[in-house]
């Protein structure tokens, strides 16, 4: 199993394997368009024809981006797959000369044993925040925001402050 880039016909399979763990409370869901909308930001891994694990790099500005739907199989859990995605983005937005990588989850644990940090909500730029109102807990956000930075910020503070 490698990781790879999305293709349109693994759409289907990936909102079912990230709506199965948001049914559960453990993520957001993710609707077909948004996911067709943003194929390119989607890595997945397949057991044959079977998605089994997905995550995505969704670039917010020159400086920012996030790490979204980070979601394995239960059956394929604990053979690595996690972190094997959160390597092929962190090297894609490392490639486009992304500065900060954010991710806002219900799983913290996962996210700080590669290294990312927790920040408050409140700390990231109002940039982010541009997609909230479509989220079914909009305005009342229950995840946990962590940060990595690829390379320091200018400012000192998170990437993309300066973005209103």
Known sequence: MKVEKARISDVPQVQGLVNHFAAKDEMLPRSLSELYENLRDCFVIREGDKVVACASLHVFWSDLAEIRSLAVAEANQDKGLAARLLKACMEEAEELGIGTVFCLTYQPPIFEKFGFNQVEK????KKVWTECY????????????????????????IAGDWVG
């Open 134 to 157: 479509r989220c079914p807990k909009f305005p009342d956000c229950d995840e946990v925001a962590l940060v990595y930075n690829l390379k320091p910020p200018a400012s000192g503070k």
């Open 122 to 125: 409140m700390d990231l730029p």
